[in-house]
């Protein structure tokens, strides 16, 4: 006698959905590789200062097409991997430092520490190409930035 | 006299429905009774008339011909419903293909969603922007802002600087 309904068809179809959802899943907490990059902006020439070297074109393009500054120079630049159970450190300056929690689906926590002290915290998905900026201004109408952005394999 | 029973035994005999021993019996009677020997004659003669004189019947078509029409007929009711098959679901091909593929299809459509919900690449454009800000420190400030044309999202902490 014929079968109407092919349930061996759909029991092997209900099995590949499975897989296929459950990789979807592993992939959404996959381990983010990150750039955060500490940024000076000043509308004075480069000083006199080795560790200061031009930031990357396309950041300072964003930067200003965004901020009244017309320099920027990278004081810093650390690359890491953030996994999903593990936040990480990383020290940007003597002063400095910043906190990267994976959250899962390309969301991060950042948090900006200033002599210890947590400054800020924020809470932001995090796509290529983009960038998450933490700011402030400083000394002599100069500004800080911390650019955060996703490294692409 | 003969009685009926006789009459018809000479019919019989005249039919050559009658064993060799009746038929002998018979004759005996035919050749000693005058009366049953008037009947036997009077019996097969017109059973002579009768046969010379039967009408031909003709029929319209040959014998052949009409025993064809009959055959072909009985064919053709063969080739409508063949022999050992019951009656079958007229959807029963296109059911057995669409199901599994309908299903398939079904599948693929959610796991689609499940990947664009998910979020899982990072080459992927995010859908929306959810996001938390918090400034614990009573002499700072902050406010975010997004800029589209730079994709890029800053959040500014002031310290109030003077």
Known sequence: MKKLVPFRQLAEAAAVFFLAYACAVRSATADLNLRAQLVWGTNNDKPDDPKLTEVDQQVKEKLRGVFKWKNYFEVNRQSFTVIASAPKKVRMSDLCEIEVQNLGNSSVELKLYGKGKMVVRKTQKIKSGELLVLAGDDKNDTAWFVVLSLIER | ?162
């Open chain 2, 1 to 162: 006299m003969i009685n009926h029973e006789t009459e018809v035994k000479l019919q019989a005999c005249l039919d050559g429905e009658l064993s060799p021993g009746e038929a002998t019996t018979l004759e005996t009677l035919i050749a000693g009774d005058p009366d049953a020997r008037s009947l036997f004659e009077e019996l097969r003669a017109t059973r002579t008339l009768l046969a010379g004189n039967e009408l031909d019947l003709k029929l319209p078509d040959t014998r052949e011909f009409y025993w064809s029409k009959i055959r072909r007929q009985i064919e053709l009711e063969e080739r409508r419903t063949p022999a050992g098959d019951g009656p079958k679901p007229v959807s029963a091909p296109w059911v057995r293909f669409l199901t599994p593929a309908g299903a398939l299809a079904a599948l693929v459509v959610l796991v689609v969603i499940a990947l664009k919900n998910s979020d899982a690449s990072p080459s992927e454009l995010a859908l929306e922007d959810s996001h938390e800000i918090e400034t614990p420190l009573e002499e700072t400030s902050s406010f975010s802002f997004r800029s589209e044309a730079a994709a890029m999202t800053v959040v500014w902490v002031d310290s109030h600087r003077e």
